[in-house]
């Protein structure tokens, strides 16, 4: 089993969202990640998508997405990113998602000789644009989260196994050390993959990739990657 990530999806098949809008490298991005992914995973695989899936605004406009998605193969593991507003709570959202499709939500989820968890995250200290009185609360609130998750994700991997952790916004800021970082760290993460950023111009800025604690840091998001699945681990090292 491969495991492969790509996020930030941001699928529109209920609304008139064309992502075009933020820039020529983005049109008919659902047509070049269907193929890719088509390409690239297998019926066994198990493909991460940290958050931004849909535009839709509530489940009836998400069900087309969420549909897509579905057709495409492999296993899917899901996390609520900033602009997922159709999501709705966890155990309706559970009985109501296709069959390839697993939502995560301050639990964990097995697959195979994994273990994965997984949350939204937020805006950390010292990053662009957090402000402690607006940012504060939710950012605390991220790291109760993370920890509920790694800890019941630590509950389910196998003996010998890895822990994989999703998140949407970037854990790590520049290749920086963050409170995220330093609880995967301690939790024994091997890899996280995250998303959230976006370039225009191509310039994804410095260490988007990186090493902190011994774990390894993937941003995955769609433009990021050219609109084509990442391997993380299994067939052949993560790179």
Wanted: overall charge negative; glycine content about 12%; charged content about 25%.
């Amino acid at each position: 089993m491969k495991v492969m990530a790509i996020g930030d999806l941001h699928l529109s098949g209920s609304s008139d969202k064309p992502m075009d809008v933020f820039g020529p490298h983005w049109r008919d991005h659902d047509s070049r990640i269907a193929g890719n992914w088509t390409a690239a995973v297998g019926p066994e695989d198990l493909v991460l998508v940290p958050g931004d899936i849909s535009w839709a605004m509530d489940w009836a406009e998400a069900v087309p997405d969420l549909e897509w998605l579905h057709r495409l193969p492999g296993r899917k593991i899901i996390i609520k990113g900033n602009h997922d507003y159709w999501w709705p709570s966890i155990s309706r959202l559970r009985g109501m998602l296709p069959s390839s499709i697993s939502a995560l939500q301050y639990d964990g989820i097995a697959a195979g000789q994994y273990a994965v968890a997984g949350t939204r995250g937020w805006k950390v200290p010292g990053s662009e644009g957090y402000r402690e009185e607006k940012d504060g609360r939710v950012y605390r609130r991220e790291l109760q989260r993370l920890k509920m998750s790694l800890a019941s994700a630590g509950k389910l991997m196998p003996d010998g196994g890895m822990l994989i952790c999703m998140m949407h916004y970037p854990p790590v800021i520049d290749g920086r050390e963050t409170e995220f970082s330093r609880i995967m760290a301690e939790a024994g993460v091997h890899v996280c993959v995250y998303g959230h950023l976006h370039s225009s111009s191509g310039d994804w800025g410095e260490a988007v990739n990186t090493e902190l604690g011994g774990v390894e840091y993937y941003l995955v998001s769609a433009d990021h990657l050219n609109f084509s699945p990442k391997l993380i681990m299994g067939d052949c090292d993560a790179g």
